[in-house]
């Protein structure tokens, strides 16, 4: 599986829209992109994932480059609660291949 | 849909007892299971991956006889951490695959102290 890169961490204001940073120079063409949290002392929660387009759903948007090799996640009205680790993860589709697990970015949201 | 419960959250035990985690898949069968272990600060590391009715995958460095996995069913996996030590410490996180095609969902993880 390809590795990702992601900033360490990031701070956002309440109520504005939070743009999380992924690059995964490295994936191929069947990989897909994924995305999750992890809320202190919590299970991991999935968010979103995508091959090459653009995706929504009730809790983020996920954009990815043109050639794929990198994406944002928009948590477009950032709480409190969305204070929590998020890690970028590209894996083939249709497996039951492990997520390998980067350090992910530390996402502090301010009142 | 597709929720995954974990038990107990927390246990705290005496050095050189066994303890045995329980992770079930609530509203769907799942044919894999994992098993992460996370300690503080630091990323997921997989321990082992759980398949429903063989035996279980273990990765590199995870002793086999000391954490014991045993998947019976397509909706329960254990993982058994036999004359637990307090290195053995740590957060424990199962997670499972709801389909052929969908992603990986989590418990809430079990919290082991050992004392």
């Known amino acids: 599986d390809a590795k990702t890169t992601q900033p360490p961490s990031m701070d956002c204001a309440e109520g504005r829209a939070a743009n999380l940073p992924c690059n995964h120079s490295t994936i191929s063409g069947n990989e897909y992109v994924y995305w999750y949290r992890q809320i202190h002392s919590q299970g991991p929660q999935y968010i979103i994932h995508g091959l090459k387009n653009n995706e929504t759903n009730e809790m983020a948007s996920l954009i990815i480059t043109e050639d794929r090799k990198s994406s944002t996640l928009i948590l477009p009205h950032a709480t409190l609660r969305d204070t929590a680790v998020y890690y970028c993860?590209?894996?083939?589709?249709?497996?039951?291949?492990?997520?390998?697990w980067g350090a992910g970015t530390k996402l502090i949201i301010k009142p | 849909g597709a929720v995954v419960s974990q038990h107990p959250s927390w246990v705290i035990c005496k050095s050189g007892t066994s303890v045995k985690i329980e992770c079930r898949s609530l509203?769907?069968?799942?044919?894999?299971m994992f098993w992460y272990r996370q300690f503080p600060k630091q990323s997921l590391m997989l321990m082992a991956t759980s398949n429903e009715g063989s035996k279980a995958t273990y990765e590199q460095g995870v002793e086999k006889d000391k954490f014991l996995i045993n998947h019976a069913s397509l909706t329960l996996s254990t993982l058994t951490v036999t004359s637990a030590h307090p290195e053995d410490s740590s957060f424990y996180i199962c997670s499972a695959n709801s389909g052929p095609n969908q992603p990986q969902h989590f418990g809430d993880g079990t919290r082991l102290s050992i004392l």
């Open positions: 993860i590209v894996r083939a589709w249709g497996s039951n291949y492990q997520l390998i």
């Open positions: 509203d769907f069968q799942a044919t894999t």
